[in-house]
C-alpha cells in the first residue's frame, strides 16, 4: 500500500468514526432497556420511545443535513456532529427520568442522523472509482465495530454488576456508566477530524479549483489529481452556467426519476427488515427464547461479532463482485433468516413448572404457584397473564427469569435465524446502500437528494423501533418476524428488476450513464 493510497485509508477512516459512535449508540441502549425500564416504570410506548427518539430526531437532521453541507462544507458539518455527539452522551448518563433521558438521546440522534449522510458522500468524494465501494464501507464497519464495543462493554459493565465485583455500581446507577462511555470515542473523534482535508468536489462546487486540486494531490498525486481535476469541471460546467439554487422538487425531475427511485427503494429496505429492531432490542429478543439474562447479553456480543466479520466480507467483494450480486444474496438471506425466526416463536410453548420455577425468587413463586399447570401456546397470551398478576413494573424486572423458566422452543433455531439475519445484512443492505446512495446522485445534486432519501431511511428506522415493542406484545415474535421475512421477499424480487450495477465507474461516468437527460 502506498503513502496516498493510505492517506485515503486514514481519511475514510476518521471521517466515518461518526458511523462507531452512531453503532455505539444503537447497541448500548439494548442493554439500557433492562434496568431503565424497572426503575422509571415505563410503559410499552415509552420503551419503543427511548431507543427510537434518536431516529426520530435522526430523520430531520437526515433532510436538512446534506443541504447544509452543501453551504458550510463536508467538515465543518463533521466537525458539528462530533460536538453534539459529546454533549449527548454527557447528558444521556445524567438523565434524571424519562423525559431527559430521551431528550438527551435526540440530540445524539441529530449527531448521527447528520453523520450517517455527510460522511459517505464526503468519501466518495475523496475516492477513486477503483476503491470507493470498500472505502465508503469503511462507515459500516464502524458502524458495527461501534455495536461490538457497545455489546462488550455493557456485558462487561452488567457482569461486574451482577457478580458484585464492582462495589460502585448500584442498579440506580449501572446503567448511567454503560452510557457515559460513550464520551470517550465522541471526544476523539472531534479531535481526528482536523486532520482530515476539505471534500475537493465540495469546494470545486465552489469555484476553489485551485484548493481543490491541491487536495486532490495530495491524497493521490499530482498526475492523478489533474486528470481527476479536469473530469470534475466538466462535468460541473453546465451547474456553473447555470448557478440556479436547487430546490427540493428539483430531485423530482423526469431526468433523475430512475436514480431516485432506486435510492428510495434502498434506504426504506433497508430498515423495513427490521434491523434496528433486532440490534437496539437484541438482548430482549435473546430473553424471549428463555436463555436467561446473562446469556442474553453474551449472544449479543455473538451477534455484534458476527457484523463485524461480515462486514469485512462486504469490504473485500464490493469492489470485485459488484453492488448488484452481494444485495440479492443478502436480502435473499435476510428473508430465510427472518422466516427462520419466526418458525421458531411458533413452535414456542410457554409452562411454568415446579422444577423451573425454584430457579425464581421466593415472592414470585408464591404470586405465580398457582400457574404450574397450564400451558401456553404464545408469547402474548402468556405475558398479559404474567402482567395481570405482577403488574408491568415487576414483570419487566423479572421477564428474563420468568421466560427462562417458562419458555420451551429451539432456541438455536431462532439464534441462527438472527445471525444469519445479522452476516446477510452486514454483506449487503448494511454497507452496499450507502456505497449506492453515495454514487447514484449527480455532483449537483448529492448533498441534497442523500439528504432527503437519508431522511426516508431514518423515517423507516423510526418507525420500525418504535412499534417494534407493541408487535411484540400484540402480535407476538413468531408474526413479527413473519412480517419482516416477507417484506425482504418482495425487496428481492423488486431489486431482481431493477438494480443498476455501479462498480468501477468515476462519479461523472456514472452520472452520464444513469441520469436520463
Known sequence: MNSTSKKTWFIAFVVSLGGFLYGFDAAIISGVMNYVTPEFDLSTQEQGWVPS????????????????????????????IAFTYALSALLSAYATGFHMLWIARMIGGVAFGAALVIAPVYIAEVSTAEARGKLVSIQQLNIVLGFFAAFLSNYYINNAFTSGAS???TITNVWRFMLAVELIPAVLYFILLFFVPKSPRWLFIKERDKEAENVLASIHGREKASKLASHIIKSLSGARKNNDRIRLKDLFKKSLRYVMGVGIGLAILQQVTGINAVYYYATSIFKQTGIGTDAAFASGILLSLTTVLFTFVAIFLIDKMGRRPLLLIGVGGIALSMILCGYGFQNATYSLEATTMANLEP?????LGSFTSEVFDDDVSFKREMIAILGSQEYASNEGAILEAATHMNSTLVLVGILGFIACFAFSLGPVMWVMLSELFPNRYRGLAIGFVGFLNG????????????????????????IYGVIALIGFFAFL????ETKGKSLEELEKDLIKQ
Open 363 to 367: 415472592a414470585l413463586q408464591d404470586k
Open 167 to 169: 462495589s460502585f455500581l
Open 53 to 80: 427518539s434518536p431516529l426520530f430526531a435522526a430523520m430531520f437532521a437526515m433532510l436538512v443535513s446534506g443541504r447544509a453541507s452543501d453551504v458550510l462544507g463536508r467538515k465543518k458539518m463533521l466537525l458539528i
Open 497 to 500: 428488476k431493477t438494480l443498476p
Open 459 to 482: 423515517l423507516s428506522s423510526w418507525l420500525v423501533t418504535q412499534i417494534f415493542p407493541w408487535e411484540l406484545a400484540n402480535w407476538g415474535n413468531a408474526v413479527t418476524f413473519y
